[in-house]
């Protein structure tokens, strides 16, 4: 056998080893295991070792929303990534869902998993989730990193365009009926988002952990509003960053990772 015979297969074999070895964040039997929180079985994967961090998704997405986080921190941190309550694997049939159901959920889990307190990062709803976490069980969340969260569900939370476009998709699925367990899912999570958050700005206080407030400066949640946000809590970072919507640890995954770790590993110093 030739010696470019013996080099093109030896290619091939490796190809096929690291295509047997890609990881499919939030479908990876060897990582994911179901906890039993508030009634509902929860549903997280965990990677890597040392302190822990817990990652939370947004509306309508799932661990795989962090395909781009995970490799990077499971290197420095034992990463708890989640399916939220009524996302991804973790079913619930229950009619009501709020941030505050799920922020408990996310406490909840970590006393499941004999965690006494985690870094947290938080997308979206899931940032709106990482400020409730820290708000109402302030013990749990060592540092938080929330980008694209907004306060209300209103044109001031979101981009008026982006809140006229939640009016009008209301007012044509308000009155269809809703058979199958997923519409009814995905109704209640779209409902979610289109009456809640209603959390004051000055609750922000009740934050005692070093916060980084992140948002794009095209993002779905207007720079006002993420200021507002970053102005309210005693002990927080501002972090705009440029050229980018809402997915911002998606858009710029190598500098969101490194800032974020940064913000971990450094002590807070207020400017």
């Not at 970590?110 to 947290?120: C, E, G, N, T």
């Not at 507002?228 to 710029?252: C, D, F």
Request: hydrophobic share 40%; net charge positive.
């Amino acid at each position: 056998m030739n010696k470019a015979l013996l080099c093109f297969l030896f290619a091939l074999m490796m190809g096929q080893v690291a295509c047997c070895q890609q990881i499919h964040y939030g479908d990876n039997p060897a990582a994911g295991k179901y906890y039993d929180v508030h009634g509902i079985k929860m549903y997280a994967e965990t990677y890597g070792q040392g302190k822990p961090l817990l990652l939370i998704h947004g509306n309508g997405g799932s661990i795989h929303a962090f395909s781009q986080t995970i490799p990077y921190f499971s290197k420095k941190y034992k990463v708890i990534a989640v399916d939220s309550r009524a996302h991804g694997k973790t079913i619930d049939k229950k009619d009501s869902l709020s941030f505050e159901m799920m922020a408990d959920d996310f406490a909840a889990l970590l006393d499941k998993m004999h965690i006494d307190s985690a870094y947290v990062i938080g997308w979206s709803d899931g940032g709106i989730n990482a400020l409730l976490l820290a708000m109402r069980h302030p013990d749990k969340v060592i540092k938080l990193a929330s980008t694209g969260a907004n306060l209300t569900p209103d044109s001031l939370g979101l981009t008026p365009p982006t809140w006229n476009g939640m009016v009008k998709q209301y007012q044509l699925d308000k009155n269809k009926p809703r058979v199958t367990d997923k519409e009814k899912n995905d109704w209640k999570i779209f409902m979610l988002d289109y009456v809640q958050p209603n959390i004051p700005f000055s609750a922000l206080k009740a934050i005692k952990c070093p916060s980084l407030i992140i948002c794009g400066d095209h993002d779905v949640i207007p720079i006002e509003h993420t200021t507002k946000i970053y102005q309210a809590i005693p002990r927080a970072y501002l972090w705009v960053v440029p050229n980018s919507g809402h997915p911002t640890l998606q858009e710029h995954r190598d500098e969101f990772n490194q800032v974020v770790n940064d913000f971990f590993v450094k002590p807070y110093h207020k400017f």
